[in-house]
């Protein structure tokens, strides 16, 4: 299984580093992307030739057969097998890929280029690309986004090995590692995305192959897994800002073997250029130059960054054992976010919310754990939990030496997390450290080698691969089972019974929110593309639909006629919340200033938690 992790790491860097490269040439296109597609497996193709390795790796039926006869992994089959299905048979639906991280790729390809859109939404503009650009091909030669959960289900397959050879190096016995390579991708935040377009799980590979060959580096004195190690670290960061926290404890684990890269100075050196390429460094340097900090965090909202550390570290460090602890299913949010107000004083509650997002302010607790919101999760957070009771109560706490690798890789993981609970005011914060978990439970792991030899613990952990499936097939984003259907039924949009009507509610604005703006679509005159877009946070992709057949063109708010008519726009779709409640403006005013006329009014609920808002499709004068 190595070799294909290999093969899927040096695939990810090659495609990061061919777009930034066809951008830099203009030629973010079909005809750019098949030259360097030929010319990546011409290169992989003479490489294999000369090294007398396997052009593809070998599948063994045998071995598959023998392993998943096996309790365990056979487990872990149907929940990669149910997660492929869900992904198969939904179409796209995260929120952040359908808001920002789909229409930025489209935005490039319709360009030809990477370039800063102007928009009043730069989240399009700022955020991280590793995930992106490896859907950038699939958008030109698939002219869909439907292939694009392929990305993380292979990546689901490979966390078991990566796992497994990351807790052996830190001190856990191979036994209880097989046991924990299975339960681990078991967790909520993995096993809910690996269906899913949403880009911590892929992270969470990453930056454990990173982990991995740095170690092996280390130990094997083996350059090849150093350049392993270095592109998949770069990836890991290019995935999410966050992860670059996780450069620390990679540099400890990575350090002692860096001298080994003397021994092939010239590809060593080509291999740190396509690193930095496939890293979060194009995008800093991107965001340095047009906004003038790296992060971005200067051009978005800046409760995101701004306020008070020692504010956004309360709120994390009680948000995020909330968030790991909280039941699969909830249905007392109300009581309990009733609670929360009330148990938190006014001035404190201002005070949050001036610093960080609502999510994290009010302390909130979701009614079904969903990827959006999900970290490691109750079952395999209690099962950790008792592992470290039981080593306390037996006396078999063991540290090891300080300057071992045991020691300080996991101790500045954690280090990282603290950074993280004073730098982020981010809702959903438990599922941006899942490359962290299995780093930080090393240590907790490691000597409890008879664990699950005792009944009860066995069927304990089998039972938390029971929640994940219950949560697959319940997924609001992907359900296996006919929600609608059956909730049309029981006439649950109009149903007294608050969770029936909760429910109707959910699953009925995400299987709307694909294709949200199709009336829209509809309505649209055949000279609308350019079509302007003026919101914040909105499911753009839905008005790419069937892609390639019109242009979305970004305007901001305090744009005037010239500008538009300059570019080209004489038709926009406008949401009348973003200029109401982000803009403190009118639309009759807006449309008067524009000299913009209403074509057509719409009503769209594409958030469960929002009622529904108004948007204008307007022609300019």
Request: proline share 6%.
């Amino acid at each position: 299984m190595s070799s294909v992790v290999v093969l899927w790491i040096w695939l990810c860097a090659y495609l990061n580093c061919a777009g930034w490269v066809l951008s830099a040439c203009h030629a973010l296109n079909r005809a750019g992307y098949a030259a360097v597609l030929v010319a990546g497996v011409g290169a992989w193709l003479v490489w294999s030739t000369k090294t007398a390795t396997p052009v593809l790796p070998k599948f063994q039926w045998g071995k598959f057969r023998r392993r998943f006869r096996r309790i365990f992994p056979l487990a872990f089959l149907i929940l990669a097998a149910l997660a492929f299905l869900g992904g198969a048979t939904h179409p796209a639906n995260n929120y952040d890929a359908l808001a920002y991280r789909t229409p930025r790729v489209l935005h490039w390809l319709a360009a030809g280029q990477w370039h800063w859109l102007r928009t009043d939404f730069q989240r399009v503009n700022t955020r991280t690309a590793g995930f992106e650009w490896l859907t950038a091909p699939l958008f030109l030669f698939a002219g869909t986004d439907r292939l694009d959960f392929l990305i993380n289900s292979i990546s689901f397959l490979l966390l078991p090995g990566r796992f497994f050879a990351v807790l052996t190096r830190l001190g856990v016995r191979p036994r209880a590692a097989w046991h924990w390579m299975w339960l681990f991708p078991a967790g909520y935040g993995y096993v809910l995305q690996a269906g899913s377009v949403a880009n911590d799980m892929f992270g969470a590979l990453m930056a454990l192959t990173a982990f991995e060959f740095a170690l092996r580096a280390r130990r094997e004195q083996s350059v090849s897994c150093l350049w392993i190690s270095g592109l998949a670290v770069a990836l890991t960061t290019a995935a999410k800002a966050f992860n670059i926290l996780l450069l620390v404890p990679w540099a400890v684990a990575a350090l002692p073997a860096f001298k080994i890269l003397l021994r092939r100075p010239l590809a060593s050196a080509a291999v740190v250029l396509f690193a930095a390429g496939a890293s979060i460094i194009p995008t800093a340097a991107l965001n340095v130059k047009n906004c003038g900090d790296w992060t971005g965090l200067k051009a978005e909202q800046p409760m995101i960054g701004g306020g008070g550390r020692s504010l956004r570290l309360l709120a994390n460090v009680i948000n995020l054992p909330l968030a790991n602890l909280a039941p699969p299913i909830f249905p007392f949010r109300r009581q309990w976010d009733h609670f929360v107000q009330d148990a938190v004083p006014a001035r404190l509650s201002a005070e949050l919310h001036e610093s960080m997002e609502a999510g994290l302010a009010e302390f909130q607790i979701p009614e079904m754990q969903i990827e959006e919101c999900a970290g490691l999760g109750a079952g395999l957070t209690l099962l950790v939990l008792a592992v470290l009771v039981r080593k306390i109560r037996d006396g078999k706490i063991q540290m090891p030496g300080f300057f071992s690798v045991e020691m300080l890789v996991p101790l500045t993981a954690w280090a990282g997390v603290g950074v993280f609970m004073f730098q982020v005011g981010s809702a959903g914060s438990a599922r941006y450290l899942a490359p962290f978990y299995p780093l930080l439970v090393a240590p907790v792991l490691a000597g409890a080698d008879d664990f699950f030899r005792r009944r009860l613990w066995r069927n304990l952990a089998l039972a938390s691969f029971a929640v994940p499936v219950m949560l697959l097939v319940l997924s609001p984003a992907r359900p296996l089972w006919p929600a609608e259907s059956i909730l049309r039924s029981l006439d649950a949009e109009h149903s007294k019974n608050f969770l029936l009507n909760r429910a109707w509610s959910v699953y009925s604005a995400y299987s709307l929110r694909a294709d949200g703006f199709e009336p829209v679509i509809v309505a649209l005159p055949p000279e609308a593309s350019p079509l302007g877009f003026l919101a914040f946070d909105e499911p753009e992709t839905g008005l790419w639909r069937p892609f390639g057949s019109r242009r979305i063109v970004h305007f901001t708010h305090d744009d005037l006629p010239a500008a538009l008519r300059a570019r080209g726009i004489k038709y926009a779709l406008v949401s009348e919340y973003f200029l109401t409640h982000h803009c403190q403006m009118k639309p009759a005013d807006w449309l008067g200033r524009m000299n913009a006329e209403p074509l057509q009014h719409f009503e769209f609920k594409l958030l469960a938690s929002q009622e529904p808002h108004g948007w204008l499709l307007v022609r300019f004068r």
